[in-house]
């Protein structure tokens, strides 16, 4: 089992950027893609982005491409994600999961409980 913790959110107006980072312990963090979701008020909850150390597949939705990053830090266990030229449409809580399959960004759903971490709010005044 692994252990997350985002940090990293908070409010920021249109066009700014934030960095938000996931540190993981417990088991093995190489075992796992790692991936970043988000869940606005009244809205499923959806993969943005995720990332697959070991070979380097890279995930980001559409809405996202061009504008925010995705990069892992193995000897601190930590993934990151780079959010540029932030839109109000950006804001939601923010969790990062460990998948044991890549394809599960598509799916979070089917994600189990104890592979989240609890959410950061990220607030995009425009």
């Known amino acids: 089992q692994v252990q997350l913790a985002e940090s990293g959110g908070g409010l920021v107006q249109a066009g700014g950027s934030l960095r938000l980072s996931c540190a993981a312990s417990g088991r093995a963090f190489s075992n796992y893609a790692m991936g970043w979701f988000r869940q606005a008020p009244g809205k499923k909850r959806e993969g943005v982005s995720a990332i697959k150390s070991t070979d380097g597949t890279l995930y980001y939705a559409d809405s996202v491409k061009g504008r925010f990053t995705i990069s892992t830090d193995n000897a601190k266990n930590t993934v990151y994600l780079q959010m540029n030229l932030l839109k109000p449409e950006d804001t939601a809580v923010y969790y990062c999961?460990?998948?044991?399959?890549?394809?599960?960004?598509?799916?979070?759903?089917?994600?189990?409980?104890?592979?989240w971490g609890q959410g950061t709010q990220v607030t995009v005044s425009s």
């Open positions: 999961a460990a998948l044991y399959n890549m394809a599960l960004v598509y799916t979070p759903s089917l994600i189990p409980n104890h592979y």
